[in-house]
C-alpha cells in the first residue's frame, strides 16, 4: 500500500520538510499506517498516515525500507544520542525522543531518574504501542513505563485520551537532579510528561547567574512547580514563586523542604493581576523570570499573543533594579526569534528602560531542531540586564 501525493506535497518532502496535508493527498489506503510516499511513482519518503488528519503524512525517512524496521532503527539512533547521558546522570532527567527532531513525528519519550513516560499523538502509532513498549523495555530497562496520552492534539487524530501504566511502576512524585537540585517531577497528573524538561539548561544558567550576582530578591511568575526558583534560591537571599496553580505550589514548597531551602515562598496569584499591581511599586528585585505558556497555539492567535507576551513582560521590565536580570522565554513557535526580541524592545521602550541582551538561548540541547523544519524550535529565552 501506498500515499499518493500531488507536486505541492512533493516539494515539501524534496525539502525535506516532513509534513504533507490531506489536499495534496490523490490516493492512499483507508486506514492509518506506516507507508511509502510517492508522486508519479517516484519514492519520496516513509511516513506516518492517517486519512482523517489535516495533517496526514508524518514523514521519517527519505530511504527505501520496511517502514516499521526503518522506524525502529530510527528510535534505536535517537536512543543512541542520548545513553552517554543516561550513563552521567542517571538519577536525572531527560527527552529521550523528541518527535520530528528524532525523525520520530508523533512520538515524545521523556526519562526521569530510569522511569519513562511516553506519549503517542499519531494514530499509526497507537495501535503498536504494545509493540513500542516492549521494544523501550528492552532497550533501556526502565523502573517503570506511563503511557500520558492525554493531550489535547490526539483528538485531531480521532484518538482517546488517557493515561496508563505499561511496566513497572511510576510514582505519582518523583524527584531528578538537576545539577545541585531536586526537581519534582508529577508523570501522571502535571503538565507535558511531568516536567519542562526544555528549559533544563536555562534553569542551570539562572542558577549560575544567580551565584554571581547574590539577589537580595528574586522572583519566578508562572513558576509552576518552582524549577527556576530552586535553582535561584540557593544563592538569593529570598525568592516568590508566583503561579495560578495552588497544587503546583503546594509541590513547589515540598521541594524547597528537599532542598533544605528556607528562603523560597510562594503565591497563588493570576500572573498579569499580579504583575500588574506589584509593577505599581516600581523596581523592587534583582532577578525575575518569566516563563509564560504559549500563548499562540495557533497561527491566527499570533496578534493576540505578541500583546500578551508584550504587556508580561513590560511589567516584568519594570520590577527589575538597576544592575538586575530579566529571564524570560516564550514557547510559541508561531513567536519566531525575531519577533520575540522585537516584542521585548518594544516593551522596553513602553517601559522606559533600556536592557542589555546578555543571552540568547533555546530548548536544551535533547530537544533537537532540525533547519528544515522550524516548528522543531520553538522555545526562545533571553537574559536581559537592567541598565538604568
Known amino acids: 500500500m501506498v500515499v499518493e501525493i500531488d ?3 512533493a516539494k515539501r518532502l524534496l525539502a525535506r520538510h516532513p509534513w504533507v496535508y490531506r489536499s495534496a493527498v490523490r490516493s492512499a489506503p483507508a486506514e492509518p499506517g506506516l507507508y511509502p510516499v510517492r508522486h508519479r511513482g517516484r519514492f519520496l519518503a516513509l511516513a506516518l498516515f492517517n486519512p482523517k488528519s489535516e495533517l496526514a503524512v508524518r514523514a521519517y525517512a527519505w530511504r527505501e525500507g520496511e517502514p516499521w524496521a526503518v522506524w525502529l532503527q530510527n528510535l534505536e539512533r535517537a536512543l543512541a544520542r542520548r545513553a552517554e547521558d543516561r550513563q552521567k546522570r542517571p538519577e ?16 515524545v519519550v521523556d526519562e526521569y531518574a530510569g522511569h519513562l513516560v511516553v506519549q503517542i499523538g499519531a494514530a499509526a502509532l497507537e495501535a503498536r504501542r504494545e509493540t513500542l513498549a516492549r521494544a523501550l523495555v528492552e532497550a533501556l530497562e ?13 483528538l485531531q487524530e480521532g484518538l482517546p485520551r488517557y493515561v496508563e501504566l505499561a511496566h ?3 510514582p505519582e512524585l518523583l524527584w531528578i537532579e538537576e545539577g545541585p537540585v531536586w526537581l519534582p517531577v508529577r508523570p501522571r497528573s502535571g503538565q507535558k510528561t511531568g516536567a519542562f524538561l526544555d528549559q533544563r539548561e536555562n534553569r542551570l544558567l539562572a542558577g549560575e547567574l544567580a551565584a554571581r550576582t547574590r539577589p537580595e530578591s528574586a522572583l519566578d511568575v508562572f513558576g509552576y512547580q518552582g524549577g527556576f526558583a530552586l535553582h535561584v534560591a540557593r544563592h538569593a537571599a529570598r525568592v ?19 532542598n533544605r531551602l528556607e528562603n523560597l515562598e510562594t503565591l497563588e496569584a493570576n500572573a498579569f493581576d499580579f504583575l500588574k499591581r506589584e509593577a505599581r511599586r516600581g523596581p523592587a528585585y534583582d532577578l525575575v523570570v518569566l516563563d509564560p505558556p504559549s500563548f499562540a497555539r495557533k497561527r491566527a492567535d499570533l496578534e493576540r499573543a ?11 521590565m519594570r520590577l527589575v533594579r538597576p544592575g538586575g536580570h530579566l529571564l524570560t522565554a516564550s514557547c510559541s513557535h508561531h513567536l519566531g526569534e525575531e519577533a520575540f526580541l522585537a516584542m521585548l524592545r518594544d516593551a522596553a521602550g513602553d517601559a522606559r528602560r533600556t536592557f542589555r541582551l546578555v543571552a540568547r538561548r533555546g530548548q536544551a540541547a535533547d530537544h533537537p531542531v532540525l533547519v528544515n523544519v522550524p516548528e522543531t524550535g520553538y522555545l526562545k529565552f533571553a537574559v536581559l540586564e537592567a541598565l538604568e
Not at 526502565?142 to 490526539?154: E, T, V, Y
Not at 514563586?241 to 521541594?255: F, G, H, N, Q, Y
Open 306 to 316: 505578541y500583546a500578551a507576551y508584550k504587556e508580561v513582560n513590560l511589567r516584568a
Open 168 to 170: 513497572g511502576e511510576v
Open 142 to 154: 526502565p523502573r517503570g513505563l506511563l503511557f500520558k496520552n492525554d493531550a489535547r492534539g490526539r
Open 7 to 9: 507536486e505541492r506535497g
Open 240 to 258: 516568590t514563586v508566583v503561579d495560578a496553580s495552588e497544587e503546583a505550589l503546594r509541590v513547589a514548597r515540598e521541594a524547597a523542604r528537599k
Open 92 to 107: 536525572g532527567g531527560r527527552r529521550l525522543v523528541h518527535a520530528e527532531g528524532d525523525f520520530l513525528p508523533g512520538l
